[in-house]
């Protein structure tokens, strides 16, 4: 097939790390609602991506412990071992078709009202947790001990998602829904101790969980960071400014940076019915 000249470079093979993906057409981390409960399905529809021809094909959001979960909503899980079989069957099926697997890991902290698990939600600072459907839960704000908790599980699911075959390896703090982003936001964090005040301390998890990732996928996983730059409420909480700051910083230290708007209403409106 002939390809107009203008469009070649979208064919071309892109280095991420230590992997390399047959092309650019990359389909970032996104939700379908069939997660542990359809896997069969799951499975089929990320497998019709790669056959389609895209190079990178990643899950959705998956839940790395379960002191934080979204019941009733159905996601992927990744709580231990017993999850390993379904996340291989994924990568099975992207790899059969020549791309690349990815997998967003996701603490969900103060997003997450543990409606299933019961747990108390974790939050950098005690706040009601922030849920789609407004539940009267409240977030307790982490110890030191419940942080180092939280690099612990990351980690393990990090190691975890390199025994199931995934390529790229997500730290996930966008759309509202990640303790790193919550951890960033002066809305959200009202610390005193080293995680919270200056930009430095508010970003010093998301560096963390990073830094964590790539000691425990070593060199055979590319790790990729998924981050809010704006919350659309100026200076009160993350905006552009700001994160150029902290990328001039620490822009090298992921693979590549999957950047997105904060607030899940705002970012995935349809361009038929919202505003540029």
């Not at 409240?138 to 030191?144: D, L, N």
């Not at 080293?194 to 790790?223: F, Q």
């Amino acid at each position: 097939m002939e390809v107009d000249e203008r469009y070649k470079i979208l064919f071309e093979p892109v280095k991420i790390g230590p992997v390399v993906t047959p092309n650019r057409f990359y389909q970032v981390p996104h939700c379908n609602g069939m997660g542990f409960r359809d896997v069969s399905g799951m499975v089929a529809l990320r497998a019709i991506k790669a056959e389609g021809g895209w190079g990178v094909v990643c899950t959705e959001q998956v839940e790395i412990h379960h002191t934080s979960e979204i019941a009733p909503y159905i996601e992927l899980r990744i709580w231990d071992d017993k999850d390993l079989p379904v996340l291989s069957r994924i990568t099975n099926a992207v790899h059969i078709h020549g791309a690349l697997a990815g997998i967003e890991l996701a603490y969900n902290g103060m997003n997450g009202p543990n409606l299933y698990s019961r747990e108390v939600p974790l939050g950098p600072s005690d706040l009601p947790t922030v849920t789609f459907s407004n539940d009267p839960v409240q977030a307790r704000a982490m110890t030191k001990r419940d942080i180092t908790n939280l690099r612990r599980w990351h980690r393990n699911a990090a190691l975890r998602s390199k025994a199931a075959g995934f390529d790229i390896v997500y730290v996930y703090g966008a759309h509202g829904l990640g303790a790193p982003q919550h951890f960033l936001s002066r809305r959200y964090n009202q610390r005193t101790d080293e995680y919270g005040g200056s930009l430095k301390n508010r970003a010093r998890l998301l560096i963390e969980l990073i830094e964590d990732t790539k000691d425990a996928v070593g060199d055979t996983c590319a790790v990729a960071c998924r981050i809010g730059v704006d919350e659309m409420i100026g200076e009160e909480g993350i905006h552009r400014e700001e994160m150029l700051e902290l990328f001039s910083e620490i822009s090298e230290l992921p693979d590549l940076w999957d950047l997105t708007l904060c607030s899940w209403d705002i970012d995935s409106q349809t361009s038929r019915f919202s505003e540029e």
